[in-house]
């Protein structure tokens, strides 16, 4: 082969060579402005969406798992414990702007129908008490809080996202599932028509 064939033959693989380098670099300067565009969103994280809140629940019929956990005040429960009772069970965060958001309606929609049947447990994910415990008195949370140190709960039900809420029926019975913030008006019109059953 002589010198000027061998001249010939490289140039193509330097022009792929360059193409790819090229398209190496475009990947790369989106990855950056999507990371930026996620940092910029994280910034702005604790500005939730006002108005009414549009997140209907799943209607589901699922046997509630078994969970045993220690609650803010260092005593062992269970959600066994509140068979008989329609029970919802809320997962949250003190980091997490949709949990903060919630936690005024699940306050109330407690405090209004705790004498009829009702019990609400709100379980924090994965955060020590010391941090647990100012949010729950800045809030002015009167319904039973668990500490799950390990995310034993969310493996249980079943769910990543926070916050998520179930609610169960006196036998047992899961029977709504919110992935997402509720609201009072959701909570009145899909769990009381469960407390008079």
Same mark, same amino acid.
């Given at each position: 082969?002589?010198?000027?064939?061998?001249?010939?033959?490289?140039?193509?693989?330097?022009?792929?060579?360059?193409?790819?380098?090229?398209?190496?670099?475009?990947?790369?300067?989106?990855?950056?402005? @999507?990371? =930026?565009?996620?940092? #910029?969103?994280?910034?702005?994280?604790?500005?939730?969406? +006002?108005?009414?809140? *549009?997140? /209907?629940?799943?209607?589901?019929?699922?046997?509630?798992?078994?969970?045993?956990?220690?609650?803010?005040?260092?005593?062992?429960?269970?959600?066994?414990?509140?068979?008989?009772?329609?029970?919802?069970?809320?997962?949250?965060?003190?980091?997490?702007?949709?949990?903060?958001?919630?936690?005024?309606? @699940?306050? =109330?929609?407690?405090? #209004?129908?705790?004498?009829?049947?009702?019990?609400?447990? +709100?379980?924090?994910? *994965?955060? /020590?008490?010391?941090?647990?415990?100012?949010?729950?008195?800045?809030?002015?949370?009167?319904?039973?809080?668990?500490?799950?140190?390990?995310?034993?709960?969310?493996?249980?039900?079943?769910?990543?996202?926070?916050?998520?809420?179930?609610?169960?029926?006196?036998?047992?019975?899961?029977?709504?599932?919110?992935?997402?913030?509720?609201?009072?008006?959701?909570?009145?019109?899909?769990?009381?028509?469960?407390?008079?059953?």
């Amino acid at each position: 082969m002589t010198a000027r064939r061998r001249v010939r033959s490289r140039r193509p693989r330097q022009a792929w060579a360059g193409v790819i380098a090229g398209l190496g670099l475009i990947l790369l300067a989106a990855a950056i402005a @999507l990371y =930026a565009r996620r940092l #910029d969103r994280r910034g702005k994280a604790d500005e939730v969406p +006002a108005g009414p809140v *549009q997140n /209907p629940p799943a209607v589901v019929d699922l046997p509630a798992p078994e969970l045993e956990l220690t609650t803010l005040d260092g005593q062992t429960a269970s959600l066994a414990d509140y068979r008989g009772q329609v029970l919802i069970v809320n997962l949250w965060a003190t980091w997490c702007p949709p949990c903060k958001a919630e936690m005024p309606d @699940l306050r =109330a929609y407690y405090e #209004d129908h705790k004498d009829e049947g009702l019990t609400l447990v +709100a379980i924090n994910i *994965q955060e /020590p008490a010391d941090r647990v415990r100012p949010f729950v008195e800045a809030y002015g949370l009167t319904f039973p809080v668990w500490l799950d140190p390990e995310g034993q709960s969310t493996m249980a039900f079943r769910t990543q996202g926070l916050p998520s809420t179930f609610v169960i029926d006196p036998e047992g019975r899961i029977r709504l599932i919110w992935y997402g913030r509720t609201s009072r008006e959701l909570l009145e019109q899909y769990v009381t028509p469960l407390l008079g059953q």
